[in-house]
């Protein structure tokens, strides 16, 4: 009868395979009850203090003259609330309707509206792009984009 003296490779790494289970699980866990989600642990050790979400933005089409209302949600991932000082826009046809400045808490979300006047300028399709200012300094600044259809009857 063949014996086998060797320790088959189950029994020689399971101790190792079963400590870094453990760690990955704990990390996991960690993340969840810090950040409600992995993911956005995943970002804050990538360097992001702060996730913008809903964002490029569609409005309804609609006719010259009419507006569109949206919104988007800045989510503070940080330990430090976040300040979102100002904005600006890339013509007057896009704008946020917040008094600014405004401060996310620490952890916290925060829903930021703007309005997007439809008007014709030779094209149906309008696009524009907002810049917000933040006090963050690995991230000073951020970009909302927000298009819609202008169709007139």
């Given at each position: 009868m063949l014996t086998n003296t060797q320790p088959s490779a189950l029994r020689r790494y399971a101790p190792g395979l079963t400590g870094g289970?453990?760690?990955?699980?704990a990390?996991?866990?960690w993340a969840v009850l810090s950040f409600g989600d992995p993911r956005y642990a995943w970002l804050y050790a990538g360097g992001a203090r702060y996730v913008v979400e809903g964002a490029p933005i569609e409005v309804s089409p609609g006719a010259?003259?009419?507006h569109r209302d949206a919104a988007f949600?800045?989510?503070?991932l940080s330990i430090r609330?976040?300040?979102i000082l100002?904005?600006?826009s890339s013509c007057g046809c896009a704008e946020s309707t917040e008094k600014l400045?405004?401060?996310?808490?620490?952890?916290?979300v925060r829903e930021l509206r703007l309005t997007l006047h439809l008007e014709k300028s030779g094209s149906e399709s309008i696009r524009q792009v907002l810049t917000y200012h933040t006090d963050e300094p690995t991230a000073p600044k951020f970009m909302v984009?927000?298009?819609?259809?202008v169709v007139d009857p």
């Open positions: 289970l453990v760690v990955v699980g990390c996991l866990i010259s003259g009419e949600l800045v989510r503070n609330p976040i300040v100002g904005v600006d400045p405004i401060a996310i808490p620490a952890g916290g984009t927000v298009f819609g259809r």
